[in-house]
């Protein structure tokens, strides 16, 4: 008996010694453990949980008293851009939130199945936005299920709509237009990376949605799920890893960095790890990525 009770103990040490330290992070709020997600929720009656995945796979299992939302919900409507993929305006933004029970003072969590890149790219549209209480599920569905925590089935439970306002002015320091990565293209200040698969990289592939095949000039490549551990929960590495995988490349935090993927969303994903996990200060998300920069037949495109 007393051996099974030492090594019980042994047992609960190691799991604790384990345990993942979010204050390494620069901004520890905004990348919460599942466990900690529960607590938030448990607690505080100003919270909503936005589950970023289609309607079909959010019926099937989310997190208890989260709301669906999916990528249309916040990207601009089809008639403002000759292009897809950009992002929702500040008036269109409100009004999603108001539906959803938001205020100013809600506590944001967000999650998904993919390691958390969509809930980074709508972490990016809030945050640039200006809503502070924002915070991404470490892991996303994994993580939650990986905790061993329960999950829910069928529809969204309604929330009571509110009349959202956003209380800060946009900051479009953390956004990047066209013409600011084609200056970056010719004066070589600023890091221009390409955060897609090595196949669209080199040119290889073209996705859906962009308009020829190629890379915005810059040899810099740094897939989205670098930073995440290839496991079955999908975490973000620590803040050592996260710092030599960049450093690598010549990244750190003095450096400009402009971040592109296809339509700005694994790019997000790069933002809030430089951003929010390294506390880098001076990176942009290129909202418009690949898809305009391709649209635009004029502009030079890199291959193999």
């Avoid at 992002?87 to 809600?106: C, F, I, P």
Wanted: aromatic fraction near 10%; hydrophobic fraction near 40%; proline fraction near 3%.
């Amino acid at each position: 008996m007393k051996k099974l009770v030492v090594f019980l103990m042994g047992l609960f040490i190691v799991s604790v010694a384990m345990a993942k330290d979010y204050s390494q992070y620069a901004n520890p709020e905004a990348l919460v453990s599942p466990e900690k997600a529960k607590k938030i929720m448990e607690s505080n009656k100003n919270v909503v949980v936005f589950d970023v995945r289609r309607s079909a796979e959010f019926m099937v299992g989310h997190i208890p008293g989260a709301v669906d939302i999916w990528r249309n919900d916040i990207s601009a409507d089809k008639n403002e851009y000759p292009f897809g993929g950009m992002r929702a305006t500040v008036e269109k933004m409100e009004n999603v939130l108001g539906q959803y029970g938001v205020d100013s003072n809600t506590h944001i969590l967000i999650y998904d199945a993919k390691a958390d890149y969509d809930a980074a790219r709508l972490w990016w549209i809030l945050d640039m936005y200006g809503h502070e209480k924002i915070s991404l599920i470490d892991g996303g569905i994994d993580g939650w299920k990986a905790a061993g925590l329960s999950l829910e089935v069928g529809f969204a439970k309604k929330k009571d709509k509110k009349v959202y306002n956003f209380n800060k002015k946009t900051d479009y320091s953390k956004l990047a237009y066209l013409n600011d990565v084609k200056q970056a293209v010719e004066n070589k200040k600023t890091i221009i990376v390409d955060t897609r698969s090595e196949k669209e990289h080199l040119g290889r592939v073209t996705k859906k949605g962009a308009f020829r095949p190629g890379r915005i000039p810059s040899k810099t490549f740094i897939p989205w799920e670098t930073a995440v551990h290839n496991d079955s929960d999908k975490t973000f590495k620590s803040i050592s890893q996260l710092k030599e995988i960049y450093a690598e490349h010549g990244i750190d935090s003095n450096s400009q960095v402009i971040a592109y993927c296809q339509s700005g969303v694994r790019s997000a994903h790069t933002t809030f790890v430089l951003t929010q996990l390294l506390g880098y200060k001076k990176v942009r998300n290129f909202d418009g990525s690949w898809i305009e920069w391709s649209y635009n037949k004029k502009l030079p495109a890199d291959k193999g």
